[in-house]
């Protein structure tokens, strides 16, 4: 296994101790379908439970560190330099139906960039990580992105909704975290979509790069309405110039 930061290994424990928690009440989920009111409080609260678990373990570690989440919003603390980007339940509406395809997001920007990230998928106990020129790693493993040159031999992945229907294959698969660590593990060849938040995206941002891909580029002192194409780097430019923003 290669070597990882004290600062990786503080958010590989967050998300772990969050995902037993996830794991449970996704195990609940089913039950609730059936049942009138549904399980949308439910998850709610799932939500805010992993959220709580994942910011405490953080600040156990980090107290100053600064942190943005999807439920909290910004919180500064005496760092301002470094900040956790943090989103417990990326792929709601999955989990809310009982899908099992969503995943827990953690990342660390430092100043104006991403410098580590984590994307761990509980249920299929698929931990994707990425610190700056580390490289990206699948469970201990090395991964890149795949080498396609012909764009119509890729798979790609989106979500939102599309204003034309561009002529690649693409899924929507309901998780943006997972769609980029999927790009990264050269599974898909390049992901697109607009309208996201910071959360849902800044670890899938280094992820991405640091397999060899391509990632649009961000401001990342804009948290929502983010736009974003990332793929190999063969293909980048005519993803680009089929989609239309």
């Known amino acids: 296994m290669q070597s990882i930061s004290a600062n990786l290994n503080i958010m590989i424990k967050a998300a772990e101790k969050a995902s037993r928690a996830l794991i449970r009440d996704f195990g609940e989920i089913e039950k609730l379908q059936v049942s009138k009111k549904g399980p949308t409080d439910f998850v709610t609260n799932a939500d805010l439970k992993a959220e709580k678990i994942i910011t405490e ?9 600064s942190i943005i989440s999807e439920e909290n919003g910004i919180e500064e603390n005496k760092d301002k330099n470094n900040t956790w980007v943090i989103d417990p339940i990326d792929g709601m509406e999955n989990f809310l139906h009982g899908v099992p395809h969503f995943a827990t997001s953690i990342a660390l920007k430092s100043k104006d960039e991403i410098v580590s990230g984590l994307i761990f998928d509980p249920i299929k106990d698929e931990m994707f990580y990425a610190e700056k020129n580390s490289g990206a790693f699948f469970n201990n493993y090395r991964i890149r992105v795949s080498k396609k040159n012909n764009i119509h031999e890729c798979l790609f992945a989106t979500g939102g909704k599309l204003e034309k229907n ?15 660590a999927y790009v990264a593990a050269g599974r898909y060849d390049g992901y697109f979509e607009k309208n996201l938040n910071l959360w849902d995206i800044a670890a899938g941002i280094i992820l991405v790069q640091e397999a060899g891909g391509i990632v649009s580029e961000i401001n990342l002192e804009i948290l929502n309405n983010i736009k974003i194409v990332s793929s190999t780097p063969d293909i980048n430019k005519k993803l680009v110039g089929i989609i239309d923003f």
């Open 57 to 65: 373990e953080l600040k156990k570690a980090r107290p100053n560190y």
């Open 166 to 180: 561009p002529d690649i294959s693409y899924r929507k698969s309901g998780s943006v975290a997972l769609d980029m």
